[in-house]
């Protein structure tokens, strides 16, 4: 004897819809989500700028940095390049108004950490409103 089974198997399937919908979900979130650096090359020309927006003419601190790492602030010459000493300097000729905005003039030969050390000694000294002159571009 003979017992033939019937296997009607069922046919399985799978729904991947859903699936499909959360992996696109997450391709937007990581689109949106991300931020593109530009690398940038070797050659740099700096400190030129062309702005459209003259600075505003009243009180300001003016920050010079030469090609020594020298600072004067507001034509003074200070006694040593020190951070601890141009952040006094700082605070002595804000006088208190610490939302006057502090213009550095550096040298394009002065060395990046002058100037860094300048935004940090304004920063010390409570002064947020750093900006950095540039020369004007020429017309070409």
Same mark, same amino acid.
């Given at each position: 004897m003979r017992f033939s089974r019937s296997m009607e198997s069922e046919e399985v399937s799978l729904d991947i819809t859903p699936l499909i919908d959360v992996v696109f979900l997450m391709l937007i979130f990581f689109m949106v989500t991300t931020t593109f650096q530009k690398e940038s090359e070797l050659k740099v020309q700096l400190p030129r700028a062309q702005t459209q927006t003259q600075p505003e003419q009243g009180e300001k601190i003016d920050l010079l940095v030469t090609a020594d790492g020298i600072f004067q602030v507001n034509g003074a010459q200070l006694v040593d390049d020190s951070e601890e000493?141009?952040?006094? /300097?700082l605070v002595r000729? /804000?006088?208190?108004n610490f939302q006057i905005p502090v213009v550095v003039r550096a040298d394009r030969n002065a060395s990046v950490q002058s100037m860094i050390t300048a935004v940090n000694s304004a920063a010390r000294a409570g002064l947020?409103?750093? /900006?950095?002159a540039t020369a004007e571009q020429a017309a070409q």
């Open positions: 000493t141009l952040r006094e /300097a000729v /804000a006088n208190g947020s409103k750093v /900006a950095f």
